[in-house]
């Protein structure tokens, strides 16, 4: 094959090293406009699962790499006069610079022909006179623009600026710097790459950068390579004791904000995208280079693997997509808590160490105590106190952080899980029957603080479906008491009730013959603020008059003091998820012109209309909660910073709970599914509102783990987690988690007849008395706390 490869980066080179070995029979010509020792940056990190791939794909590479390396466990965090060190993490780190100078000379022994000093050809002649055309030409790249629409390219440009800079004092771990300042916060990423020096990254908000000066002072017009020696001095001045009298080095030093690239597709025609090109990873998380490398390897394998070159490329992206996605969906996590730590710094230092470390929830509780056990050991016993402290509990517990007790004005739940809401569809004229009896029972007795009931809607025109539940008749009170009364007996957990109208998404099929598909027969009339229906072949909502929201409060006050009767400890009102008051909420279900349109505070007029009826109707000792969704996840609507000014109307309305959700507003939607994807709205609130007004704050949303959990909750992402799914797969959920992770105590209520179950039964072979295979060495045992001290 004929291949030529647009820039001479660490991707670009190391592929054309592996490519020429595997076969040398390639023809491999490399663009790179930059002299040899043009390199710009520091240090690049790379894990332990990235070296093993170099290791094994190119011995040789990997040895003269690993005569560079700089390799420690330690992270240190210092913040507010303190410093907290976490070990057992495991870093191996270098000059970039080095490691292009291998590159390259691997590539001059391998006979691959690469043209420094020299713009690659138009891409255009490339594809036609190559069989193979590599952009591996980074983040501006000029291939990838040339044709950004059939790559579905999107550029993602955020608010902190940062500043790549090297210092010649040698850190002995990973080292965060939080610093308080009177312009606001501004942190440092440092870590050693060698015997001589550090990278070291100044970040900070834009507004913080503002403030600060470097507006009127940062240089502009500077050349390919110069730095901007202003800022630099300033930067220095600022950090003077961290770098304690060692010099700044910089190389290309200047202000720049982090832009995420996405792209749809990775492959047009027979040009490919590698390393920066095709994406990026804020550099809080992620190295472009061990990105673009792990690139270069997969790439290199499939052209070998495969004889088509279209199935070479297909495999190609198929393997490594997911891997980079699953990358960038926590870079992301990490960038935003960085453009936000504002939020975190009223945490005591202990919490915000753990916050800072678990920031894009690749690191958990349990992960971390597997690293460095001492230190988590610390930390739960730092938030058993804590919540003492905070007035959630009367004594602390040995336990993990989920088993912490927690007070909601009156009520007590022994523990901080939540079976969240989930429609059943199995009512009959919204009268709840045996099934929903087994169903909350079961969860009830599997171990949670608080069960919720599905939305229970408060008319018949309310309903969802024909199978939703009600409590709008004197029989649906009746059989909800009948639930109700069974989970006080029979287990520790409380109970509470989700109220709300449909709205616009009435009338509609049981989830499994069609969710969101109108009925075919049998249908009624729906409502909305707005005469637009939900989706295309859903019925069009009639637009709501003032009789019909005079009415609907009614309804809802009705249904509130129906819970009361039927013994319910907690009402959450349903403002989530297009429903009749989401609908409100939201400008894309709202388009009135009237006072209940237009401006945030006018959508919320109606709804705060029905909170203030239902706070009246429900008792004072019993707490009220909402659930909202936080984004609407399509463009023009609601977004996080609607969400904190919904959730502080609510707390000022007497609301002292709110259920953190998101979406299902529109079916235009796009979601950005993940692992605790909904997390991060909850932890926003809660460090903005939650603090202020004392408002519980409940995490929701593809939460699956106990250690997940924890994390939440140790991280003070969240008061409350809520599990759903996981609870219909295991209704002992709970108990189990207790048992795994050893515990047990007034946190995990074993009902009676079910204690014998309490501990996990054994499987295959499972011998106590295991035999010695390995001798424990001295210095072996416990945590690993290496430094790098060259």
């Not at 029979?25 to 020792?37: C, G, K, M, S």
């Not at 794909?57 to 210092?78: G, N």
């Not at 969240?718 to 992770?741: M, S």
């Amino acid at each position: 094959m004929r291949i030529a490869i647009a820039g001479g980066g660490p991707g670009g080179l190391y592929f054309a090293a592996l490519v020429r070995q595997l076969n040398p029979h390639h023809e491999i010509t490399v663009w790179e406009r930059n002299a040899p020792d043009d390199t710009f940056g520091f240090g690049v990190v790379f894990s332990d699962e990235t070296l093993g791939g170099i290791e094994h794909a190119d011995p040789e590479i990997y040895r003269r790499m690993s005569r560079q390396f700089a390799q420690w466990d330690d992270i240190d965090i210092h913040f507010r006069d303190t410093t907290f060190t976490s070990g057992g993490q495991g870093f191996a780190a270098m000059s970039r610079k080095e490691l292009i100078r291998i590159l390259q000379k691997r590539c001059a022994d391998l006979g691959v022909d690469v043209r420094y000093r020299t713009e690659a050809p138009d891409v255009d002649e490339l594809s036609a006179g190559y069989d193979l055309v590599i952009a591996s030409d980074g983040l501006n790249s000029a291939v990838r623009g040339r044709y950004a629409a059939e790559f579905g390219t999107e550029l993602d440009a955020r608010r902190c600026k940062y500043m790549w800079l090297g210092t010649d004092r040698v850190f002995e771990a990973f080292k965060f710097y939080i610093r308080e300042t009177p312009h606001g916060v501004m942190q440092i990423h440092g870590y050693p790459y060698g015997t001589g020096g550090s990278t070291f990254i100044i970040e900070m908000h834009d507004e913080v950068w503002r403030r600060a000066g470097f507006g009127d002072i940062a240089a502009t017009g500077l050349r390919p390579g110069e730095s901007d020696m202003p800022s630099v001095e300033y930067v220095a001045e600022l950090f003077s004791d961290v770098l304690e009298g060692h010099k700044v080095l910089t190389n290309n030093s200047r202000w720049t904000t982090f832009t995420t690239v996405r792209n749809s597709r990775w492959r047009h025609r027979n040009i490919v995208l590698l390393g920066d090109a095709a994406h990026t990873a804020h550099f809080s998380i992620g190295s472009g280079t061990k990105l673009a490398m792990e690139d270069a390897l997969a790439l290199a394998a499939c052209l070998s693997e495969h004889e088509s070159l279209d199935d070479a490329l297909l495999f190609y992206e198929e393997e490594r997509r997911p891997v980079v996605e699953s990358t960038q969906r926590a870079a992301q996590a990490s960038l935003e808590w960085f453009e936000n730590v504002a939020d975190y710094t009223h945490q005591e230092p202990t919490q915000f160490a753990f916050n800072i470390l678990t920031r894009s929830r690749r690191i958990t509780h349990d992960n971390l105590r597997l690293r460095d056990a001492g230190f988590v050991e610390d930390l739960d016993a730092w938030y058993a106190a804590d919540q003492r402290g905070a007035g959630h509990c009367d004594e602390p517990r040995q336990a993990p952080p989920m088993f912490q007790p927690y007070r909601l004005g009156g009520l007590e739940l022994c523990n901080r899980v939540s079976v969240s809401s989930m429609d059943m569809y199995k009512a009959r004229d919204g009268v709840p029957n045996d099934f929903h009896l087994a169903h909350l029972g079961s969860k009830a007795m599997g171990g949670p603080g608080l069960v919720m009931t599905e939305m229970i809607c408060t008319s018949a025109q309310g309903r969802i479906t024909p199978g939703c539940t009600g409590l709008y008749t004197a029989e649906q009170e009746r059989e909800w008491k009948r639930i109700v009364d069974l989970v006080h007996a029979q287990s520790a957990a409380k109970i509470g009730a989700q109220i709300g109208h449909s709205g616009r998404k009435g009338s509609t099929k049981l989830m499994w013959e069609g969710i969101d598909q109108p009925l075919p027969e049998g249908n009624w009339e729906v409502i909305a603020p707005s005469p637009l229906p939900y989706s295309a072949v859903n019925q069009t909502p009639r637009e709501m008059d003032e009789a019909d929201m005079a009415r609907i409060v009614d309804e809802f006050a009705d249904a509130a003091r129906a819970a009361d009767r039927a013994g319910f400890d907690l009402l959450e009102l349903h403002l989530a998820h297009g429903y009749l008051l989401s609908s409100f909420l939201s400008p894309l279900t709202n388009a009135r012109t009237d006072g209940y349109g237009g401006s945030l505070e006018n959508r919320l007029r109606f709804p705060l209309r029905v909170v203030a009826a239902v706070r009246a109707a429900w008792p004072t000792g019993k707490p009220l909660s909402a659930r909202i969704s936080a984004t609407d996840w399509a463009e023009g609507g609601n977004g996080v910073d609607e969400a904190v000014a919904v959730s502080e109307a609510l707390a000022q309305h007497g609301v002292e709970m709110i259920n953190v959700s998101t979406g299902q507003v529109v079916s235009t939607e796009k979601p950005a599914f993940g692992r605790s994807y909904q997390t991060p709205f909850a932890d926003h609130i809660r460090n903005v509102v939650g603090r202020k007004h004392g408002t519980t704050i409940v995490a929701v949303g593809a939460i699956s783990s106990w250690d997940d959990v924890n994390s939440v909750l140790l991280a003070g992402r969240a008061d409350i987690v809520a599990i759903g799914r996981p609870h219909l797969y295991d209704p002992h959920w709970t108990l189990h988690a207790a048992a795994e992770q050893e515990y047990a105590g007034p946190g995990a209520v074993w009902v009676d007849p079910f204690k014998a179950g309490s501990r996990k039964p054994p499987a295959g072979r499972a011998d106590r008395d295991r035999p010695r295979l390995e001798l424990i060495r001295e210095g072996e045992a416990g945590t690993r706390h290496r430094r790098w001290r060259p």
